[in-house]
């Protein structure tokens, strides 16, 4: 069965376990069929369901009603448009188009004894860093659960494909978009994806990382989600972070460091701080030393990235990265260099749907004064 978003249909995969439960009532059939329909989306990720003969006669008559063309539902399944592979074959980007036509980008990356998935939270970005692809092409939406949820299904089909005997075993959002601006949405997916029931992500594999939300940190922290935090902070003052994250115009570094302090106090976790390192920029021994004392008394582990390169962005990596490092050790901080994962191949976010839909170059906006706009969500 192939469907097709349409107006008045609800993706099933929108629907929280609960909901799909309370659907089932409503429709007259026995609520226990949402532990079969769950299965089969989530564990199998079945797309056809024509082909299943071992779902019971009433679900089946369910399915064929309401994917039908009259019927109030569809299954997510977001065309692949697009797919490159890095030489090393550890590393696969998919370029996936949504119902509306807009384009978001999938990576699946292989790693010792484990594959992992990056994956988008927004079509485009509101944030507006200067050296990332999807911050210069500006934000278009937010996305919804069931298009978070697809991502990683369609992830895990191509896995089930290519290594029939590995499973997707962690998360990683850091695709296009920022999570905590896209949070009720998030949370909704990620609560789909960790459930025992189904696709069986565990929290702990899950990282959310953030280039700084404060409402969205403090609500992870009160609220006792259970997944771990990566904060992109690039910065050691509010001028020199200010040059490269522009939100920080809206959440201050001294309001953001407050935040992940609260975090850790109320979590008892540490935090992930990710630090891009870009020549000339923030990669000198005094800001590293400014690092060290910026975070001292929160549990930390800094994971230094070199840049990738984009056309809106004119920086270069630095050099710098083993000082850089060395000082923070000493400093006692756990810091370690990102692996690269799929360079040859774009897999920095946005790059490969940038390339693919060129934008303006936004980079020069994205510096300037003007006050930043986020949309709120829907």
């Known amino acids: 069965m192939e469907h097709m978003a349409q107006a008045g249909r609800r993706s099933l995969l929108d629907l929280s376990f609960s909901e799909m439960e309370s659907t089932f009532a409503a429709s007259g059939i026995r609520a226990h069929h949402a532990k079969a329909l769950w299965r089969a989306l989530y564990r199998d990720g079945t797309l056809d369901f024509e082909s299943r003969t071992d779902l019971s006669p009433p679900l089946q008559r369910w399915l064929a009603k309401e994917l039908g063309a009259d019927g109030n539902f ?45 994956i988008s939270t927004q079509a485009g970005c509101a944030m507006g860093c200067v050296f990332c692809a999807t911050g210069q092409m500006g934000f278009v939406r937010h996305l919804r659960p069931g298009e ?19 499973r997707l075993r962690n998360l990683v959002l850091m695709g296009m978009g920022e999570p905590l601006h896209n949070f009720d949405a998030v949370m909704h997916a990620l609560a789909s994806l960790s459930d025992v029931r189904g696709t069986s992500i565990g929290p702990a594999h899950i990282a959310i990382s953030t280039v700084g939300v404060v409402p969205g940190i403090l609500r992870l922290a009160d609220e006792k989600f259970p997944y771990r935090l990566a904060v992109s902070l690039h910065g050691s003052t509010e001028e020199e972070r200010a040059a490269l994250v522009p939100v920080s115009a809206k959440w201050s570094l001294a309001e953001l460091i407050k935040a992940c302090r609260h975090y850790c106090a109320t979590t008892g976790k540490r935090i992930f701080f990710e630090w891009t390192l870009i020549a000339g920029k923030n990669d000198s021994p005094e800001t590293a030393r400014r690092l060290a004392n910026l975070l001292d008394g929160i549990d930390s582990h800094i994971n230094l990235i070199p840049l990738n390169p984009t056309g809106g962005f004119s920086g270069e990596s630095s050099n710098g990265g083993l000082q850089f490092q060395k000082i923070l050790r000493e400093a006692g901080f756990p810091c370690t260099f990102r692996q690269r994962r799929g360079i040859d191949v774009a897999a920095g976010c946005g790059m490969l749907r940038a390339e693919k839909r060129p934008r303006p170059d936004l980079a020069k906006s994205a510096a300037t004064k003007t006050p930043l706009q986020i949309p709120q969500a829907p």
Request: hydrophobic content about 35%; some cysteine.
């Open 74 to 118: 569809y299954i997510e399944n977001p065309a692949q448009v697009d797919e490159i592979r890095s030489s090393d074959g550890l590393t696969r980007k998919f370029l996936l188009k949504l119902s509306d036509g807009q384009t978001i980008e999938t990576v699946l990356m292989g790693y010792d004894g484990r594959f992992t998935a990056c």
């Open 148 to 166: 978070i949820i697809a991502q990683v299904l369609h992830v895990r089909r191509a896995l089930r494909q290519s290594h029939p005997d590995r």
